[in-house]
Structure formats: structure tokens, C-alpha cells
């Protein structure tokens, strides 16, 4: 059989493998293999004056465990993810409550939401990066203005708010995110219980907390857990905006392990830091899962 007819046969086939081996192929090289060799490398450690991997056991996993600098980091991942959710679920569920309606260039107010979430977040810290610099600053200029900060205060060279600096250029691109969630399932529940709500005189306040937040409970949960996921490998505006500082005040875990991988040639302990990272991840997730009971 020529391969021409082999291929023909598989593009008409019925079977599900053919239209899956594509997928299969780039879960294999760029999820499966580099796993497992992660894994494998957290057994070994590369020693630059010999130009070596050596095998040495358990010595990457149990220096975790005396590491000061990662329980400091894994405490700013914890503080990072638990602040960004907050305001970017509160934010995202007032915005997509003002945007439920059909009034005139609501649709076009929506449609502009996905501007931000196409923007690389490199640029957007770089952006941050100049919008909160003391001496120019328009973010910077604003907050002195309200007497919010200090004249000539660097945000981001002050370890008590440096942190809140980055979490400003994080909630900015992606609240629009949950905005566009939470607005799907808003714009899904069906509108009999309002009407009856409104009939019995219920309030604004009783509908949505009696009807609209138990109706959404599902999507909500999956607003968090996809945004969850992401937040806890918070990397990218960080790197830009503080390189992990000033001091550790703004050092996560993903910062960190490429710290360790790349600037100290680590590469042995650096992917068990990212191990690490995964199985807080993996295990933070599913017991989200089983609590709000998300049936995917």
C-alpha cells in the first residue's frame, strides 16, 4: 500500500487516532517528555567546574526543606495569588454586571475587554515599569497627587510597596479575563427567577446574593481555578518590573526556580523548585475541585 492511499485512508476515516495524533505528538514532546525529564534532573546536578551531570539522590529535594529563601518566596506566591484573585474576582464581577445589558456600545465595551489579554505581560510590565517610576511616572504622579505616596517615593524600591506594584500591571491585563467569564455566565441564566424576584419586591441586593452568586456558583469556580493556576506561576511581571526585589519583597516561586537554573546553573535544584511549584499546584487545584464540586 502507498503511503499516498495511506494517508487518504486515514484523512476519510471514521477513527478517532488519526484526527488525535497531531495533539498526541505536542502533548508528548513539549508536556509529557520534558516532565519526566524534569524529574530525572531533580536527581542529578550539573557542577560547572567539571562540566558535569552528576547523580546526587536525594540532596535537591532535601534541601528544600532547609531553604530559607524558598519558604520566602513560596510566602510572597501565597500573598501574590490570594490578592490578585480577590480584586480581579471583585473587580470582574461588578464590571460584568455593569456590561449585562444590551444598551447601545455595550457590545463594543465588551468587545474592547480582550485588547489587554492580547498584549504580551512583558510589555505590560515594562509599561508599569515606567508608569510607576518616581520621577516621571504618570501612576507615580496620580497617587502623590491624592497624598497616596510620598514625594519622590519609588514604588517599586520600596520593599513594603513594591509587591502592590506589580499587582497593579497584573490585575490591569487580566481582570478583563474574568470580566468576560463571569459575563458569559451572567448573560446564560435565565431571566424567569428575576422576574419573579422582582414581583415578590426583592431588592438588588437580595437578587443577587439569593439568585445571581448561587446561579453563578459553577462559573465562578471556574474563573477561579483557571485563573488560580496561572497566578501561582506568576513570573513574567515580576522578572521585568523587580527582578524579585527589592530585597526578596517581591521573589516567587517561578522566579526563583529560573534564578536558580539559569543565573546560578542550578539545573538540578532548579527543576525541583518547579516540581515543587507543580505538586502545590496539582494538589491546590484538585481539592478546589472536590470542594466546589466542579464537574468538568
Sequence with gaps: MSSSTLVRRSVISDHPLPWLMPLIAILLVFTIFPLFYNLWLSFHEYFPRRRSLNYVGMANWSQIVSDTRFWQ???????????????????????????????????????????????????????YLLMEDPQFGVLSYFLQMVGALGPDTPILATPSLALAGVLFAEIWQ???????????????????????????????????????LPMMSK?????????????????????????????????????YAWQQT??????????????????IIVVMANVFIKVAKVKW
Design 73 to 127: 518566596a513560596l510566602g510572597v506566591t501565597f500573598v501574590y495569588f490570594i490578592v490578585a484573585l480577590t480584586i480581579e474576582l471583585a473587580l470582574g464581577m461588578a464590571i460584568a454586571l455593569l456590561l449585562d445589558a444590551e444598551e447601545f456600545g455595550f457590545g463594543f465595551l465588551r468587545g474592547l475587554l480582550t485588547l489587554t489579554l492580547v498584549i504580551p505581560p512583558a510589555i505590560v510590565g515594562m509599561m
Design 174 to 212: 487580566w481582570t478583563p479575563f474574568m470580566v468576560l467569564i463571569l459575563l458569559a455566565g451572567l448573560r446564560a441564566l435565565p431571566s424567569e427567577p428575576y422576574e419573579a424576584a422582582q414581583i415578590d419586591g426583592a431588592s438588588a441586593f437580595q437578587t443577587f446574593t439569593k439568585l445571581t
Design 219 to 255: 462559573v465562578i469556580a471556574i474563573a477561579i481555578l483557571i485563573r488560580g493556576m496561572d497566578l501561582f506561576r506568576a513570573f513574567d511581571y515580576v522578572f521585568v518590573m523587580t527582578s524579585g526585589g527589592p530585597g526578596t519583597s517581591t521573589y516567587t516561586l517561578s522566579l
Design 262 to 279: 539559569f543565573s546560578f546553573v542550578k539545573w538540578g535544584y532548579g527543576a525541583t523548585l518547579s516540581l515543587v511549584t507543580l505538586a
